[in-house]
């Protein structure tokens, strides 16, 4: 009897607990260097625990395509990706999926810190940045008809997700333009952060360094929606949340609570970058399958319209407990604890 009802509560307790993150202090906040500074060590670390999610098989049995670990995680922003792009989700969701990127690391043995990629210090030069190095970074431009990557960890290695709404197994590829980098320097980057307001902030960095930087990378064939299959998107997508961070830190009290934009994209515009809207990129990438609409998470919930708001739902689909955007708004907030340095 005694027992039971101590299951029933250690039962609703587990519930509660996945459904909630736990909110702690943060007090010793984990700092995320960019890949120029980190440790050698933590550099093939961190690399080898990727190598080690692409090669993992898949645990959750519900998200379609996915055959490795790696491949659910690259589902997710495919499922995501009309609803994460040209919206007020953008900044929010990449933060989240950063972190879940350090959940996934963890089932790899590997809990050092996330790096991102200072982009300032290799604008305009891209190619010879140490991340490209074949021994001690993600390898480099890739080769042959689909770019595969030559050198580095990830040599051979198979995504299965992707291009666009299809799961058609690929190498990982990309293809450096070292021209196109040049939008990813301190002056770009500062003026991607000048604005006022989130809308302003989330406008710029989007179409500015975040689109060039993925334009200079081209990876996994240029695709908006499956590009996390190549690891190097987490340290672009670090930059890019280093940038929103620096924003926010000019005015914490005001900008820990600005949010805005859809929480979807409006179909008559689709990915902004697009111009012909749903129409162009629907000719480029295909339409969400029935199989991936049917595991595409209600892109209102938390908010009961279509404007964003801090308590708008963010799912990984049972990867990690789902979040609220306020849960990130602050890297330091208790949910997250990390700084950039
Ligand atoms: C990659 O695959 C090719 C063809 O199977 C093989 O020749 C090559 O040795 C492999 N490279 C690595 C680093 O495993
Ligand atoms: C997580 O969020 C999604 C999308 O809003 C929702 O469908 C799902 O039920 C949520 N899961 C949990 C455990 O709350
Ligand atoms: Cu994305």
């Known amino acids: 009897m005694l027992r039971d009802l101590l299951l029933v509560l250690l039962a609703a307790s587990t519930a509660l607990g996945a459904a909630l993150p736990t909110t702690t202090a943060c007090i010793t906040p984990q700092k995320r260097p960019s890949w120029h500074d980190m440790r050698e060590t933590d550099k093939k670390a961190y690399l080898a625990a990727n190598v080690c999610l692409l090669t993992s098989p898949q645990k959750l049995?519900?998200?379609?395509?996915?055959?490795?670990?790696?491949?659910?995680l690259v589902s997710l922003h495919q499922i995501h990706a009309l609803q994460i792009h040209t919206t007020g989700q953008f900044l929010p969701?990449?933060?989240?999926?950063?972190?879940?990127?350090?959940?996934?690391?963890?089932?790899?043995?590997?809990?050092?810190?996330?790096?991102?990629?200072?982009?300032?210090?290799d604008a305009g030069k891209f190619s010879s940045s140490p991340v490209f190095d074949p021994a001690t970074g993600f390898g480099g431009s890739g080769k042959g008809p689909q770019n595969?990557?030559?050198?580095?960890?990830?040599v051979n290695l198979t995504v299965n997700i992707g291009p666009g709404f299809k799961s058609q197994p690929r190498c990982v590829n990309r293809r450096i333009?070292?021209?196109l980098s040049?939008?990813?320097g301190a002056t770009q980057v500062a003026a991607a952060t000048s604005g006022s307001t989130y809308t302003q902030a989330l406008d710029a960095i989007y179409s500015g360094p975040h689109l060039l930087g993925h334009m200079a990378l081209a990876m996994m064939d240029g695709d908006s929606i499956t590009s996390s299959g190549d690891p190097l998107f987490f340290l672009h997508h670090g930059f890019m949340d280093k940038m929103w961070w620096d924003w926010q830190s000019k005015d914490l009290t005001k900008r820990l609570k600005d949010i805005s934009g859809l929480n979807a994209q409006d179909p008559a515009v689709g990915f902004s970058e697009?111009?012909?809207?749903?129409?162009?990129?629907?000719?480029?990438?295909?339409?969400?399958?029935?199989?991936?609409?049917?595991?595409?998470?209600?892109?209102t919930s938390g908010d009961g319209?279509?404007?964003?708001?801090?308590?708008?739902?963010?799912?990984?689909?049972g990867i990690i407990p789902n979040v609220t955007v306020a849960d990130v708004m602050d890297i330091k907030g208790g949910y997250l604890c990390?700084?950039?340095v």
């Not at 989240?96 to 810190?113: A, K, R, V």
């Not at 990557?149 to 990830?154: I, L, M, R, S, T």
């Open 61 to 72: 049995n519900r998200l379609p395509g996915a055959k490795t670990r790696w491949d659910e």
């Open 93 to 121: 969701y990449h933060r989240y999926y950063l972190n879940i990127l350090s959940f996934l690391l963890q089932e790899c043995g590997y809990s050092g810190p996330l790096p991102y990629w200072d982009e300032t210090r």
């Open 148 to 154: 595969c990557v030559a050198d580095g960890p990830f």
């Open 177 to 179: 333009t070292n021209a």
């Open 182 to 184: 040049n939008q990813c």
């Open 274 to 299: 697009f111009p012909g809207g749903m129409e162009v990129e629907s000719a480029m990438w295909g339409k969400p399958t029935p199989e991936i609409l049917a595991v595409t998470p209600d892109p």
């Open 305 to 317: 319209g279509k404007t964003i708001t801090l308590g708008h739902v963010m799912s990984s689909l």
């Open 338 to 340: 990390y700084e950039y």
